[in-house]
């Protein structure tokens, strides 16, 4: 992909941010009635409200507020959390690392999961292989992660005490017990993109097999691991990049809840809590730094993208 | 468009889902769903909200056929009981999606300009956040609870069906037969109704019925974290909530409301999938 | 082959390099099962040029996908053999099958757009077939890749082998695609309509480039067509297909001057003669019967200007009239009709 192809992108993606930053900052404008009051609460003190109001700089012009509040964004600076007193930056980003992990982990999983079944479906079209992937494929995408968490945990951990039920570990405490906590979640919150992808990557491998191309590769006496390496796979993967692309804002969703019920004190558990004691400033920052996530995977994909088709890549 | 526009009469719509076995189940599913909805209080074995704590956690039996929960109420007529919001709140939610969507979607498909291009760019930046975070924040300002939850549920899915909407519009505007149409004086009101409503349907339909599963799995999600349905109402959703905090004593408890969830979910899908096949939609693979 | 030279040359002028014999295809189906080509026999020398020509439809690119292996899934080969050097392509096994692929055959498609691998760049595409057959290194193959461009008229080879198809025009396309079927000197080409998705221009200077290489290489080339133009001045023998059979076959030459079956005659007299003015467009009226469809007599007859009862009611049988010609018409091979070619002999 060329340099400017990629500042268009670059540019495309700070626009939606800019968009998502004025949208966050509206949230707490259309909070009914005095938003310093609700967020005191019923029993608050006088004193109380006031000092949130100047808190929040609810007392200025709607414009200033926002401006303010903007140029905070660019210096990294998104508040305080209205209860601890510490920024939202610092809380954010530690509670960050569980959640972006299991995410990251869930991608591999969908990737190696979902990527090669489709392979083997799309290869051996009509199958009991391929009907059995097809018929798995649609319970996944009908399958809720977070049930699917709890069942794996009913038989991988409570059941059979093969894996803990909950909680979390830093990879520093070691990789296997790190692993032993992550591999659950993550194939829970994982599986429901895997069986999205093996139907996209089936469809595409069964559609590139009837281009003329993979016909010319055979005339030329290529078969086997090489066909489908260096012809079918290749063109498989341009349409199955921009799925897994789409995918990703359902797996930063889903993590909420998968975390849940791991009990991992992620982001997902400090976005809940925020929602709950209406800690706005906390909830604004979480949706910045979700967005700000997603743009970034979306604009790795479009790299990949470019690097995979090379129609883009030279336009 | 002409081929499209004739298969998707509703005649051959319900004909060519009554014909194939997997859609003809799943609109059998969600039949007998829509009758426990209505019916619940005339078919509970059991009364969902009589408490027995005596007989807690209760073996499935033929007296309780899908056991009882930690308060030793029949989990069966729960399920039941729970069919109500499993059908109401992906109602409400797609209808507040429609309800916001569809008059966007065919004011900027048909006329184009500034409402065009804000609804395009607002519907752009709430699909640039994931479905869940957008509706934590929704949440947020509205408050926790059921009706809330579906608010902001509807309030997410709307871009969607606004971009499905204009760009149906938009297609079916270019074709001549609406010229012709405003050519002989037909008012702007009639163009909708005769000419561009038909011809959005098909893919509207598929649309709306995909989200009613999506519209159940992210209620379910929220009711799950404490955000939806609030005791001692049930939905699936709460019911797996409180299967999960006592999921040592009673595994078996996560099954029932898990699975109802997923078979629903299910023939949603699917028959969204038979109507998008037999309207002659491209399918997404 | 321990056989020592004289032998060996002795076997290739009694043996064809490729011999169809009794070739049928159909679409397997149960009671909807419907033949699609029906006892196909022709030869291909050494060196020698011929045509398959018919109209879209007739069963000649199935038959050339057929002598490679490269028929689509849902269609079978139902009878008959394809011997290449010897060998019968449809019973050899697949390894036997792919040393032939690109090797001693090559192939070149009808589309070099949609035939080629949109992203590999041409230099690897040629390079493949050194790779696969010859086992060269990559390195060593993309040198002879950019030999091979050079040889099919690609300026600057060296930095065209880093080009993707898309890149370049449908005139240079179809020439990677001939570099890349002769990459192993391959004794015959199949070429199913090398020119027909290209302009004028381009498809004139496409046959001269395989003119070039028949002449260079001693390449045999079977060439499908539907167009007689493009057969009078590049093949020595004519194979002319109708609905799934084989109407005549017969060397280039005699074609013109007088052909063996009507609907052969019927297709000269569709081609624009230069210097002979046409006063009305002459084409053949009525389609060619799909499969399935086809008429239980002679299965030109609904179309021919020269049917009679009974005789074309009937099933026609392939009769030799002469040591190199063949005929399916029954009135023509009993003397009892005799067609006027395009040209005076």
């Known amino acids: 992909m060329s340099a400017g192809m990629v500042i268009r992108r670059l540019g495309g993606g700070l626009l939606v941010l800019w968009l998502v930053s004025i949208l966050t900052f509206l949230l707490v404008q259309l909070i ?74 869930a991608i591999v999983v969908a990737v190696v999961i979902g990527v090669t079944a489709g392979i083997v479906a799309g290869l051996t079209q009509g199958s009991w292989i391929d009907r059995s992937v097809s018929a798995l494929a649609t319970l996944g995408i009908a399958m809720p992660s977070f049930w699917l968490a ?40 994982g599986l429901a993109t895997a069986a999205e992808l093996a139907r996209h990557t089936r469809g595409c491998v069964a559609d590139v097999l009837t281009r003329p191309y993979v016909r010319t590769a055979r005339a030329r006496g290529a078969s086997g691991v090489w066909l489908v390496r260096r012809h079918i796979l290749r063109n498989a993967a341009i349409p199955v990049v921009t799925v897994l692309g789409l995918q990703a804002g359902r797996l930063l969703g889903g993590v909420i809840v998968v975390e849940a019920v791991f009990g991992i004190s992620g982001l997902g558990s400090l976005a809940i809590n925020s929602v709950l004691q209406r800690n706005y400033p906390m909830i604004q920052g979480y949706v910045l730094f979700s967005a700000v996530i997603v743009v970034a995977i979306n604009l790795i994909v479009d790299l990949a993208y470019g690097w995979i088709n090379p129609k883009v890549r030279t336009a | 468009m002409t081929t499209a526009t004739q298969s998707a009469r509703p005649r051959h ?35 969902p909200e009589v408490q027995d704590l005596g007989n807690r956690f209760a073996e499935v039996s033929w007296t309780h056929l899908l056991g009882t929960d ?82 902001s549920i509807g309030i997410i899915f709307a871009p969607g069906l606004f971009r499905v909407v204009r760009g149906a519009t938009l297609a079916v505007a270019e074709e001549t037969f609406v010229d012709s149409a405003v050519a002989i004086g037909s008012s702007t009101r009639r163009t909708l109704w005769v000419h561009i409503l038909p011809n959005i349907a098909a893919p509207l339909l598929v649309q ?25 109402d049930a939905s699936w959703g709460s019911m797996l909530k409180a299967a999960y905090t006592n999921q040592f004593h009673s595994p078996f408890a996560v099954v029932p409301s898990g699975v109802a969830m997923v078979l629903t979910v299910l023939a949603f899908n699917t028959i969204g999938d038979s109507i998008r096949d037999a309207v002659g939609l491209r399918r997404r693979t | 082959m321990t056989a020592g030279p004289g032998q060996r040359s002795d076997a290739g002028a009694a043996e064809p390099l490729l011999a169809v014999k009794g070739l049928t295809i159909d679409l397997p189906g149960g009671a909807r099962q419907r033949g699609l080509v029906e006892d196909v026999t022709f030869e291909v020398r050494k060196g020698q040029a011929v045509a398959l020509i018919g109209e879209s439809g007739c069963g000649k690119s199935l038959t050339s996908m057929a002598i490679l292996g490269l028929l689509p899934a849902a269609v079978r080969v139902a009878a008959g053999s394809i011997h290449f050097d010897g060998v019968d392509l449809l ?15 090559g192939m070149v498609f009808q589309e070099p757009m949609s035939s080629l691998n949109p992203t590999m760049t041409v230099g690897d595409q040629i390079a493949e077939v ?60 199949i070429a199913d309509e090398p020119t027909t998705a290209l302009d004028v221009t381009i498809q004139a200077e496409i046959l001269e480039l395989l003119r070039d290489l028949r002449r260079d290489l001693d390449l045999a080339v079977l060439l499908v067509t539907h167009d007689l133009g493009v057969v009078a001045d590049f093949c020595d023998d004519v194979v002319v297909m109708y609905a799934g059979h084989i109407a005549e076959r017969t060397p280039v030459d005699r074609l013109f001057y007088e052909p063996q079956h009507p609907y052969s005659s019927a297709l000269l007299a569709a081609v624009p003669q230069a210097g002979r003015a046409r006063t009305s467009l002459t084409v053949i009226p009525g389609r060619v019967p799909s499969a399935g469809h086809f008429p239980g007599g002679c299965r030109f007859e609904p179309r021919c200007a020269h049917s009679v009862e009974d005789v074309c009611r009937r099933p026609q049988a392939d009769t030799a009239i002469a040591d190199d010609r063949r005929t399916r018409c029954g009135r023509v091979a009993s003397g009892d009709l005799i067609l006027k070619g395009t040209v005076r002999g």
């Open chain 3, 91 to 105: 019973t050899c096994n697949r390894k036997q099958l792919r040393k032939v692929r690109g090797g001693p055959v």
């Open chain 2, 208 to 232: 709306v019925t995909i989200l009613m599963g999506v519209a159940l799995l992210v209620e379910a999600s929220l009711s799950f974290i404490g955000l939806g349905v609030q005791p001692p």
């Open chain 2, 70 to 151: 930690e308060f030793g109420r029949d989990v069966a007529s729960r399920i039941i009981q729970a069919s109500r919001i499993a059908v109401t709140a992906p109602l409400i939610s797609v209808g507040v999606a429609l309800l916001i969507g569809l008059p966007l979607g065919l004011w900027a498909g048909l006329r184009r300009g500034a409402v065009d291009a804000i609804a395009g760019r607002l519907a752009d930046t709430i699909l640039s956040l994931p479905a869940l975070v957008a509706a934590l924040a929704i949440i947020a300002v509205l408050g926790p609870g059921l009706v809330n939850a579906m608010l």
């Open chain 1, 32 to 105: 009914p009635g005095d938003v310093a009051e609700v967020i005191a609460g019923e029993n608050a003190t006088v004193a109380e409200v006031s000092r949130i109001r100047i808190e929040l700089g609810l007392d200025k012009p709607i414009l200033e507020q926002y401006s303010s509040w903007f140029v905070g964004i660019l210096q990294g600076d998104l508040g305080d959390s209205l209860f601890t007193n510490r920024s939202v930056a610092d809380t954010i980003i530690e509670a960050a690392p569980p959640t972006v992990i299991i995410t990251l982990m």
């Open chain 3, 130 to 189: 050194r790779r696969l057959h010859l086992g060269e290194r990559r390195s060593v193959a993309l040198k002879e890749a950019s030999k091979l461009l050079s040889r099919v008229g690609i300026p600057n080879a060296d930095r065209r082998l880093g080009s993707y198809p898309h890149e370049m025009s449908g005139g240079m396309q179809q020439r990677v695609m001939i570099a890349a079927a002769i990459a192993c000197d391959p004794k015959l080409l």
């Open chain 2, 13 to 47: 719509v319900i004909r060519t889902l009554l014909r194939q076995p997997a859609s003809a189940t799943a609109v059998g599913f969600i039949a007998i769903l829509v009758f426990f909805a209505i019916a619940g209080p005339f078919v509970y074995p059991h009364d």
């Open chain 1, 150 to 189: 709890m069942v794996l945990v009913s038989v991988f951990a409570l059941a059979n005490p093969w894996l803990p039920a909950t909680g979390y570990v830093d990879i520093r405490e070691g990789f296997g017990e790190w692993l032993s906590y992550v591999i659950l979640p993550s194939t829970a919150l």
